[in-house]
T-cell receptor
Framework: NAGVMQNPRHLVRRRGQEARLRCSPM?????VYWYRQLPEEGLKFMVY????????ESGMPKERFSAEFPKEGPSILRIQQVVRGDSAAYFC???????????FGPGTRLTVT | AQRVTQPEKLLSVFKGAPVELKCNYS??????LFWYVQYSRQRLQLLLR??SRESIKGFTADLNKGETSFHLKKPFAQEEDSAMYYC???????????FGKGTSLLVTP
């Protein structure tokens, strides 16, 4: 099992562009979680998804951010019209069931110039 | 509101010395507490969770509800313990983890 995969590992975007971050959960895992780590901060929960459903997006900024986990393919975190404050490390985790151990991916480091 | 506080950004100890990484939390209900570890160039991984009451790699952590603490302890630190350690909290039977800022542990020979 290759573990949770995230790509790209590093992403550079200019202000106003869109950023798309991908997360492939571990085999057999249907629960995906996204976290953001700002510089000098701990990871903060953003959104929890199951296949084709957003279960909890209470940690997502109200504007410009969206997430999906389609029936086929990876989960996508999309940030429209990026700003400098979006520069952070974005981590994805997956679990086989809700409340079970979350396995983390290596993260995507987004830099907005 | 949930809050996890790790007061030490960096902790340096000698090999063989005891180590304690502090974690305090605030939460109105009954939380689940975790310790995660990130070794150099590796991904974040679960070290232990309070409900399992295990000892992993010689580390233990006891949930003290009176002091709202979940300190991580090891009696004899090893060089391979050098890593970033994060304390995390989630609502009971929940899923959203709330992490502290982390403590970088450096074990020197």
């Amino acid at each position: 099992n290759a573990g949770v995969m995230q790509n790209p590992r590093h992403l550079v975007r200019r202000r106003g562009q869109e950023a798309r971050l991908r997360c492939s959960p571990m085999k057999g895992h249907s629960h995906v979680y996204w976290y953001r780590q700002l510089p000098e901060e701990g990871l903060k929960f953003m959104v929890y998804l199951q296949k084709e459903n957003i279960i909890d997006e209470s940690g997502m900024p109200k504007e410009r951010f969206s997430a999906e986990f389609p029936k086929e393919g990876p989960s996508i975190l999309r940030i429209q019209q990026v700003v400098r404050g979006d520069s952070a490390a974005y981590f994805c985790a997956s679990s086989p069931l809700q409340g079970r151990e979350q396995y983390f991916g290596p993260g995507t480091r987004l830099t907005v110039t | 509101a949930q809050r996890v506080t790790q007061p030490e950004k960096l902790l340096s100890v000698f090999k063989g010395a005891p180590v304690e990484l502090k974690c305090n939390y605030s939460y109105s209900g009954s939380p689940e507490l975790f310790w995660y570890v990130q070794y150099s160039r590796q991904r974040l991984q679960l070290l232990l969770r309070h409900i399992s009451r295990e000892s992993i790699k010689g580390f233990t952590a006891d949930l003290n509800k009176g002091e709202t603490s979940f300190h991580l302890k090891k009696p004899f630190a090893q060089e391979e313990d050098s890593a970033m350690y994060y304390c995390a909290l989630s609502p009971q039977s929940g899923y959203a983890l709330n992490f502290g800022k982390g403590t970088s542990l450096l074990v020197t020979p």
